[in-house]
């Protein structure tokens, strides 16, 4: 079983509020994703990081930002939050090495509503 | 760039029945990797099987397998004797094997639904 954790699981917030979801994985994993996933539909990469200090933006532009200051801790921030952010929000890791296919390890998911 | 198409939004299928969901790629990328996941309704995505473009053989992991067509770019999905629990979406993804590239492009998934 993977050991990765998001919290909080579910966030009902109002609009205009700073929110930061949380995301810690003891793997040792040195790649870790965040994507953004609307009920039964597909996900899409918002942001990535292949080491402390490194993020990226994904695929999917966010108005969510990053921080990679510890290996095991890739906390995703809205400064502040709007309805269209209702989503629910991903966090997956994989190991090291390109050449080998090292599946992601997803998070249970954070379910954010902003009313 | 890389594309993943699921063109089944919703599959039903009768308990111990095997069944096949449908995934075809595009990709640019000599060597690639192709993946499939299941989200159960609590929200989790779930690793189930891998294939890797080079791999001579189809991969099987338990009651999965993938049957992979590399010419025709395909990478079905089999779950053989369906059970109550396989009920979930299921999603196909994939990303090219090269040093440092990791990330992944999803398809937009299958509702798998098994009836009693």
């Known amino acids: 079983e993977a050991d990765i954790y998001q919290t909080p699981r579910y966030l009902v917030i109002g609009t205009g509020k700073k929110i930061t979801l949380e995301c810690s994985q003891t793997m040792g994993h040195d790649k870790m994703y965040w994507y953004q996933q609307d009920p039964g539909m597909e996900l899409h990469l918002i942001h990535y990081s292949y080491g402390v200090n490194s993020t990226e933006k994904g695929d999917l532009s966010s108005e969510s930002t990053v921080s990679r200051i510890r290996t095991e801790h890739f906390p995703l921030t809205l400064e502040s939050a709007r309805p269209s952010h209702t989503s629910q929000y991903l966090c997956?890791?994989?190991?090291?090495?390109?050449?080998?296919?090292?599946?992601?390890?997803f998070g249970p998911g954070t379910r954010l509503t902003v009313l | 760039a890389q594309k993943i198409t699921q063109t089944q939004p919703g599959m039903f299928v009768q308990e111990k029945e095997a069944v096949t969901l449908d995934c075809t790629y595009d990709t640019s990328d000599p060597s690639y990797g192709l993946f499939w996941y299941k989200q159960p309704s609590s929200g989790e995505m779930i690793f189930l099987i891998y294939q890797g473009s080079y791999d001579q053989q189809n991969a099987t992991e338990g009651r999965y397998s993938l049957n992979f067509q590399k010419a025709r770019k395909s990478a079905n999905l089999v779950i053989s004797a369906s059970q109550l629990g396989d009920s979930a979406m299921y999603f196909c993804a994939m990303r090219p094997i090269i040093q440092g590239a990791q990330k992944l492009v999803f398809g937009q998934g299958t509702r798998l639904t098994i009836n009693p």
């Open positions: 997956a890791s994989s190991g090291p090495g390109g050449y080998s296919y090292n599946e992601q390890f």
